[in-house]
């Protein structure tokens, strides 16, 4: 029998709003959107239209894989917006294995991809008129695009990340044929809280106080400047008291250290890209005083790309699937009682991250291990320190139970009995496996539990490839 992820009562602290993540037939779940959950995430994104920004870099790239060069997916077309001198420039700029996809198929056919030479900083994307309509009849828009540094000066940090979600934010409010609007973000904008805290997926992470000086600043401009744009997406579509009730999903979906694909497009796809914080640590030497500088317990919570990929598009399917519902449903966008509807209401966010456990984070000690770095290091341990200094001090944690229920798994064991307020579900779970989603889970699956095995397995595929690769001159990008 198909099963599905609810929340049902739970006597919690005798708090009759507490829920608890549980497993129960399809057949017991509510009328009216059990049809909902049984659906795929292919099946929900079926013909749409999916505009995506920062389609050149590490995560778009990813993202247009999966669309494009994933059979199980039939998308009607997916629009592309692509820096670059002239047009010309912008689709070289798209992986080569894709750029087919930019020829209709047949006569009167329109393509898959529409590759439009734009900036996502300037009005209408910089785009000409007749190009700005093939941009405006998109149905959902995930925004990807933004500058990775984190050493950049906070005023420009501001304007190549906050701007940035600004603008595209307010596209997709003020085009009538947005429906869902993804705004890709970082789970590190909680980082200011003590060393052992759990970020929760709130906009203001739970326990945090509300004297702005009771806390630290944020490690660097990158994260400072993240943590402003999700407040100017949530200030765009917040319903509030005299504005016109908008209609859109519109979710937050924070990252944690992307690293190179398990499996798809193919494996360590990625290796040696200079926006994975993996890759560096891989390609640089070895840092001394170990001892003195890296906690013994310090990890990164990382997400190879290709898993990370499936869960936004899974978290994108679900809000998306919710226009399906009849706008009297308590979760259809339109209906004035909906919990993403009541004045004030904030956007749901999501974290794409292992979460709690003992297999979910690598130690910055291995990290650091001659064990699983290429032949050649590169990157100056100088100058690898100036971007993970502040990761190496203290350890927090990413909240994900709300996200495992939108992908249809169980909680964790960390999570087992914890309470969430059945009004915070914005969304319904879709059927899984449709797509891989469980990071820990792929792991071990691909590599096994031996020493040898799970991330180990996983650092040295990504090693191999990258002695393979040889250095790269672009890293400086990143790091510095």
Known sequence: MLSSIIVSSCDAKNDDNATRVGV????????????????????????????????????GAAILHRLLGDPSFD????VAIVGGATA????????????????????????KLLVLNGD?????????????????????????????????????????ITDLAYSV?????????????????????????PDGSLITETLTPDGCGSRIDAHSKHANTYFEAKTY??????????????????????????????????????????????????????????????EQLIGPNVGLDIVPVDLA??????????????????????????????????????????????????????????????RIKIKKPYIPAVNLLRVFDPFISKNVHFDIIRTRIVLGLPPLKADDFRAIDEELLADVPLRNPSLPVDVVTEI???????????????????RDVMDLIGPRSDWEAFVG
């Open 169 to 193: 934010g307010r596209f997709s409010l003020l085009t009538r044929s947005v429906k869902t609007h993804i705004h890709v973000s970082t789970t590190f904008i909680g980082w200011y809280l």
């Open 24 to 59: 129960a037939p399809v057949s017991s779940l509510p009328d009216g959107d059990s049809w909902i959950r049984n659906l795929s995430i292919q099946e929900v994104l079926f013909g749409t239209r999916i505009l995506v920004t920062g389609a050149a870099g590490f995560l």
């Open 229 to 290: 744009a999700e407040s100017f997406v949530n200030n765009l579509f917040t319903p509030q008291v005299g504005r016109n009730l908008h209609g859109k999903a519109c979710r937050i979906v924070r990252l944690a250290t992307l690293g190179p694909a398990v499996r798809f497009p193919r494996k360590a796809w990625g290796a040696g890209h200079p926006s994975s914080p993996v890759c560096a640590a891989i390609a640089a030497h070895v840092v001394g005083d170990e």
């Open 444 to 462: 071990k699956e691909e590599w096994g539990q031996g020493p040898e095995g799970g991330w180990n397995g996983y650092l040295r595929m990504i």
């Open 88 to 111: 010309e420039e912008s689709l070289k700029r798209i992986p080569s294995s894709l750029r087919h996809h930019a020829q209709p198929i047949g006569e009167g056919a329109i393509p």
């Open 309 to 370: 990929v499936n869960q936004i598009l899974a978290v994108t399917a679900s809000a998306h699937a919710l226009q399906r519902l009849p706008e009297t449903h308590r979760l259809h966008p339109k209906n004035p009682a909906g919990p993403t509807s009541r004045h004030l209401a904030e956007v749901p966010c999501y974290h794409i991250a292992c979460g709690r456990g003992e297999d979910s984070q690598v130690l910055v000690r291995h990290l650091n291990s001659s």
């Open 120 to 160: 996502c900083t300037r009005p209408n994307f910089g785009l000409e008129a007749r190009d700005f309509e093939e941009a405006c009849i998109a149905e959902i828009v995930l925004h990807c695009a933004g500058n990775n540094r984190f050493t950049l000066p906070f005023p420009k940090a501001f304007e190549v």
């Open 75 to 78: 998308v009607l077309q997916v």
